[in-house]
Protein backbone atom coordinates (compact mmCIF):
# COMPACT_ATOMS: atom_id res chain seq x y z
CA UNK A 1 0.00 0.00 0.00
CA UNK A 2 1.07 3.51 -0.26
CA UNK A 3 3.26 4.74 2.25
CA UNK A 4 4.46 8.38 3.46
CA UNK A 5 7.61 9.08 5.47
CA UNK A 6 7.70 11.60 8.00
CA UNK A 7 11.15 12.88 9.67
CA UNK A 8 12.14 13.64 12.03
CA UNK A 9 9.43 12.15 14.05
CA UNK A 10 10.79 14.55 16.73
CA UNK A 11 12.90 17.83 16.90
CA UNK A 12 13.81 20.61 19.88
CA UNK A 13 15.00 23.53 18.70
CA UNK A 14 16.32 26.79 19.67
CA UNK A 15 14.04 30.09 19.43
CA UNK A 16 14.95 31.55 16.25
CA UNK A 17 16.40 28.64 14.34
CA UNK A 18 14.82 27.27 11.65
CA UNK A 19 13.80 23.27 11.08
CA UNK A 20 12.82 21.37 8.06
CA UNK A 21 10.82 18.55 8.23
CA UNK A 22 10.35 16.14 5.14
CA UNK A 23 7.59 14.47 3.60
CA UNK A 24 8.40 11.61 0.95
CA UNK A 25 5.68 9.14 -0.62
CA UNK A 26 7.89 5.67 -0.52
CA UNK A 27 6.07 3.84 -3.21
CA UNK A 28 3.79 6.09 -4.91
CA UNK A 29 4.61 9.67 -6.69
CA UNK A 30 2.17 12.25 -4.96
CA UNK A 31 0.87 14.67 -7.43
CA UNK A 32 -0.26 17.07 -4.27
CA UNK A 33 1.06 17.12 -0.62
CA UNK A 34 -0.61 18.81 2.26
CA UNK A 35 0.91 20.19 5.59
CA UNK A 36 -1.16 20.22 8.30
CA UNK A 37 -0.81 21.13 11.87
CA UNK A 38 -2.13 19.92 14.98
CA UNK A 39 -2.55 21.56 18.54
CA UNK A 40 -3.22 18.96 21.24
CA UNK A 41 -6.53 17.42 21.55
CA UNK A 42 -7.55 19.31 18.71
CA UNK A 43 -8.30 18.54 14.83
CA UNK A 44 -5.76 18.94 12.22
CA UNK A 45 -5.99 22.33 10.83
CA UNK A 46 -4.57 22.34 6.61
CA UNK A 47 -1.33 25.06 6.56
CA UNK A 48 -0.43 24.34 3.08
CA UNK A 49 -1.33 22.55 -0.56
CA UNK A 50 1.55 21.71 -2.61
CA UNK A 51 2.07 20.80 -6.14
CA UNK A 52 5.14 19.15 -7.62
CA UNK A 53 7.01 22.61 -9.71
CA UNK A 54 4.94 25.06 -8.49
CA UNK A 55 4.32 27.47 -5.79
CA UNK A 56 2.21 26.43 -2.07
CA UNK A 57 -1.15 27.32 -1.77
CA UNK A 58 -0.59 28.45 2.28
CA UNK A 59 -4.56 29.12 3.90
CA UNK A 60 -5.52 32.47 5.03
CA UNK A 61 -3.60 33.01 8.18
CA UNK A 62 -0.65 31.23 7.48
CA UNK A 63 2.04 33.01 7.25
CA UNK A 64 4.42 31.79 4.04
CA UNK A 65 7.57 33.36 5.22
CA UNK A 66 7.37 31.61 8.32
CA UNK A 67 6.68 28.45 6.91
CA UNK A 68 8.12 27.66 3.52
CA UNK A 69 7.42 24.90 1.51
CA UNK A 70 8.89 23.12 -0.98
CA UNK A 71 7.71 20.34 -3.07
CA UNK A 72 10.68 19.96 -5.18
CA UNK A 73 9.57 16.26 -6.82
CA UNK A 74 6.86 14.01 -7.23
CA UNK A 75 7.70 12.17 -4.17
CA UNK A 76 9.20 14.82 -1.53
CA UNK A 77 7.92 17.68 0.08
CA UNK A 78 9.49 20.07 2.82
CA UNK A 79 8.37 22.33 5.50
CA UNK A 80 10.81 24.43 6.84
CA UNK A 81 9.52 26.49 10.11
CA UNK A 82 11.95 29.86 9.55
CA UNK A 83 12.93 31.80 13.13
CA UNK A 84 11.15 29.29 15.19
CA UNK A 85 9.47 30.85 18.29
CA UNK A 86 7.83 28.69 21.34
CA UNK A 87 4.29 29.29 19.77
CA UNK A 88 5.42 27.29 16.65
CA UNK A 89 5.77 24.49 19.30
CA UNK A 90 2.77 21.45 17.34
CA UNK A 91 2.60 18.49 15.73
CA UNK A 92 2.98 19.00 12.02
CA UNK A 93 1.46 15.99 9.51
CA UNK A 94 1.72 15.98 5.66
CA UNK A 95 -0.09 13.67 3.40
CA UNK A 96 -0.08 13.10 0.04
CA UNK A 97 -2.18 11.87 -2.74
CA UNK A 98 -1.72 10.72 -6.58
CA UNK A 99 -5.56 11.47 -6.54
CA UNK A 100 -8.60 12.38 -4.63
CA UNK A 101 -10.42 8.99 -5.76
CA UNK A 102 -6.54 7.22 -4.53
CA UNK A 103 -7.31 8.29 -1.47
CA UNK A 104 -4.97 10.42 1.15
CA UNK A 105 -1.81 8.93 2.52
CA UNK A 106 -0.70 10.11 5.86
CA UNK A 107 2.86 10.63 7.28
CA UNK A 108 3.69 9.73 11.02
CA UNK A 109 3.73 13.57 12.03
CA UNK A 110 6.57 15.66 13.81
CA UNK A 111 6.49 16.85 16.88
CA UNK A 112 8.63 20.53 17.21
CA UNK A 113 9.51 21.53 20.53
CA UNK A 114 10.73 25.14 20.10
CA UNK A 115 12.69 26.29 22.84
CA UNK B 1 -17.07 24.69 1.29
CA UNK B 2 -17.46 21.32 2.29
CA UNK B 3 -17.78 21.35 6.50
CA UNK B 4 -17.77 18.08 8.90
CA UNK B 5 -19.17 17.88 12.59
CA UNK B 6 -18.87 15.11 14.70
CA UNK B 7 -21.52 15.83 17.55
CA UNK B 8 -19.75 13.39 20.57
CA UNK B 9 -16.04 15.14 21.46
CA UNK B 10 -15.55 11.58 24.07
CA UNK B 11 -17.27 8.73 23.98
CA UNK B 12 -16.93 5.94 26.71
CA UNK B 13 -17.48 2.47 26.16
CA UNK B 14 -17.15 -0.67 27.64
CA UNK B 15 -14.92 -3.71 25.69
CA UNK B 16 -16.90 -6.05 23.73
CA UNK B 17 -19.89 -3.23 23.51
CA UNK B 18 -20.90 -1.96 20.19
CA UNK B 19 -19.66 1.64 19.01
CA UNK B 20 -21.44 3.99 16.48
CA UNK B 21 -18.90 7.68 16.08
CA UNK B 22 -21.48 9.74 14.28
CA UNK B 23 -20.23 11.94 11.36
CA UNK B 24 -22.35 14.90 9.32
CA UNK B 25 -21.34 16.80 6.41
CA UNK B 26 -21.76 19.20 4.83
CA UNK B 27 -21.09 19.13 0.60
CA UNK B 28 -23.29 20.23 -2.46
CA UNK B 29 -22.52 16.81 -4.35
CA UNK B 30 -21.87 13.21 -3.64
CA UNK B 31 -18.04 13.48 -1.37
CA UNK B 32 -15.64 11.23 -0.87
CA UNK B 33 -15.67 10.75 2.90
CA UNK B 34 -13.31 8.81 5.33
CA UNK B 35 -12.52 7.43 8.78
CA UNK B 36 -9.50 8.30 10.32
CA UNK B 37 -8.23 6.92 13.41
CA UNK B 38 -4.73 8.56 15.43
CA UNK B 39 -3.39 7.06 18.39
CA UNK B 40 -1.49 9.76 20.99
CA UNK B 41 1.60 11.05 18.80
CA UNK B 42 1.19 9.09 15.69
CA UNK B 43 -0.04 9.92 12.49
CA UNK B 44 -3.52 9.22 10.55
CA UNK B 45 -4.30 5.80 10.05
CA UNK B 46 -7.10 5.12 7.55
CA UNK B 47 -9.74 3.23 8.24
CA UNK B 48 -12.17 3.06 5.19
CA UNK B 49 -13.18 5.82 2.66
CA UNK B 50 -16.58 5.71 0.57
CA UNK B 51 -16.17 6.85 -2.91
CA UNK B 52 -19.18 5.53 -4.73
CA UNK B 53 -20.93 2.77 -4.57
CA UNK B 54 -22.32 0.45 -2.10
CA UNK B 55 -22.90 2.50 0.78
CA UNK B 56 -21.84 0.28 3.53
CA UNK B 57 -18.27 -0.16 3.42
CA UNK B 58 -16.00 -2.22 5.44
CA UNK B 59 -12.86 -1.47 6.43
CA UNK B 60 -9.83 -2.32 8.90
CA UNK B 61 -9.82 -3.34 12.55
CA UNK B 62 -13.45 -4.80 12.06
CA UNK B 63 -14.90 -1.20 11.63
CA UNK B 64 -17.42 -0.19 9.05
CA UNK B 65 -19.93 2.78 7.98
CA UNK B 66 -22.89 3.98 6.14
CA UNK B 67 -22.99 6.56 3.53
CA UNK B 68 -26.70 8.13 4.30
CA UNK B 69 -27.38 10.80 1.62
CA UNK B 70 -30.48 11.86 3.04
CA UNK B 71 -28.99 12.19 6.80
CA UNK B 72 -25.65 13.63 5.19
CA UNK B 73 -24.05 11.13 7.56
CA UNK B 74 -21.32 8.73 7.45
CA UNK B 75 -21.63 6.81 10.78
CA UNK B 76 -18.85 4.64 11.61
CA UNK B 77 -19.72 1.19 13.43
CA UNK B 78 -18.30 -1.72 15.18
CA UNK B 79 -20.09 -4.76 16.95
CA UNK B 80 -17.51 -5.37 19.39
CA UNK B 81 -14.95 -3.04 20.86
CA UNK B 82 -11.31 -4.13 21.78
CA UNK B 83 -9.35 -1.71 24.33
CA UNK B 84 -6.88 -1.34 21.52
CA UNK B 85 -9.67 0.60 19.91
CA UNK B 86 -9.18 3.72 22.65
CA UNK B 87 -7.66 6.44 20.61
CA UNK B 88 -8.80 9.30 18.62
CA UNK B 89 -11.47 9.12 15.41
CA UNK B 90 -11.67 11.84 12.81
CA UNK B 91 -13.81 11.95 9.58
CA UNK B 92 -13.05 13.64 6.87
CA UNK B 93 -14.87 14.64 3.41
CA UNK B 94 -12.81 15.69 0.30
CA UNK B 95 -14.48 17.15 -3.07
CA UNK B 96 -15.06 14.08 -5.84
CA UNK B 97 -12.71 13.88 -9.01
CA UNK B 98 -9.78 16.10 -7.27
CA UNK B 99 -6.89 16.25 -5.36
CA UNK B 100 -8.31 19.03 -3.17
CA UNK B 101 -7.66 19.26 0.93
CA UNK B 102 -9.60 17.40 2.93
CA UNK B 103 -11.91 18.88 5.75
CA UNK B 104 -11.67 17.33 8.76
CA UNK B 105 -14.01 17.09 11.73
CA UNK B 106 -13.38 17.74 15.22
CA UNK B 107 -12.73 14.11 16.37
CA UNK B 108 -14.13 12.18 19.07
CA UNK B 109 -11.86 10.49 21.56
CA UNK B 110 -12.98 7.13 22.23
CA UNK B 111 -11.69 5.20 25.86
CA UNK B 112 -12.52 1.67 26.48
CA UNK B 113 -13.16 0.25 29.89
CA UNK B 114 -12.24 -3.52 30.68
Known amino acids: GAVVSQHPSRVICKSGTSVKIECRSL??????MFWYRQFPKKSLMLMAT?????????EQGVEKDKFLINHASLTLSTLTVTSAHPEDSSFYIC???????????FGSGTRLTVV | AQSVTQPDIHITVSEGASLELRCNYS??????LFWYVQSPGQGLQLLLK??????LVQGIKGFEAEFKRSQSSFNLRKPSVHWSDAAEYFCAVGITGTASKLTFGTGTRLQVTL
Open chain 1, 95 to 105: SATTGGDRGYT
Open chain 1, 27 to 32: DFQATT
Open chain 2, 50 to 55: YFSGDT
Open chain 2, 27 to 32: YGATPY
Open chain 1, 50 to 58: SNEGSKATY
